[in-house]
T-cell receptor, first 111, second 113 residues
């Protein structure tokens, strides 16, 4: 099965700062997805990242707050900008190759 | 768009008992229904799925049933074990369109030894 990794696994950040989360897949995939999972909540799609084009954001999420890069078919980054405590969450990257695979998540706490 | 409701939010059972988690969906065009298990500190992992042309699917101790008329599907775990303790998510999507499923809110299953 595909292997998907994320860095960092967790971080504690100060309000107003930014954090970039990296996602690496061990095979080339067309689309990668970024999700947010707030405590006790479901998986909310932030955006779809395609290589060579701008990410497509879901309602309620904007590029200025969550810029995404997709430099090649195995890698993507999500930046959480100008963080506030409301951004405390688990961030998951994902891709679909037959079935949907998720990374282990990045647990972000904003103080 | 699709809306998926999942119940219960928490389920506590004794080891060896059965556990049932239920989901309903709103979009009759949805035809693919996966279930994910998320263990602590890990991402969700697909454990079983069912397509709309099938009413039931089994894989060892887990099974999923689908009622397209009523637009609901359920996950059944028999002979539960402590390692079944996790959060379970149901999802629904239309496989002919976007790859993006809609997820339920999750069920925290606790199996007491």
């Amino acid at each position: 099965s595909a292997v998907i990794s994320q860095k960092p696994s967790r971080d504690i950040c100060q309000r107003g700062t930014s954090l970039t989360i990296q996602c690496q897949v061990d095979s080339q995939v067309t689309m990668m997805f970024w999700y947010r999972q707030q405590p006790g909540q479901s998986l909310t799609l932030i955006a779809t990242a395609n290589q060579g084009s701008e990410a497509t954001y879901e309602s309620g999420f904007v590029i200025d707050k969550f810029p995404i890069s997709r430099p090649n078919l195995t890698f993507s980054t999500l930046t959480v900008s100008n963080m506030s405590p409301e951004d405390s969450s688990i961030y998951l990257c994902s891709f679909t190759q037959g079935e949907q695979y998720f990374g282990p998540g990045t647990r972000l706490t904003v103080t | 768009g699709e809306n998926v409701e999942q119940h219960p939010s928490t389920l506590s059972v004794q080891e060896g008992d059965s556990a049932v988690i239920k989901c309903t969906y709103s979009d009759s065009a949805s035809n693919y229904f996966p279930w994910y298990k998320q263990e602590l500190g890990k991402g969700p992992q697909l454990i079983i799925d069912i397509r709309s042309n099938v009413g039931e699917k089994k894989d060892q101790r887990i099974a999923v049933t689908l009622n397209k008329t009523a637009k609901h599907f359920s996950l059944h775990i028999t002979e539960t074990q402590p390692e079944d303790s996790a959060v379970y998510f149901c999802a629904a999507r239309f496989s002919g369109g976007s790859y993006i499923p809609t997820f339920g809110r999750g069920t925290s299953l606790i199996v007491h030894p």
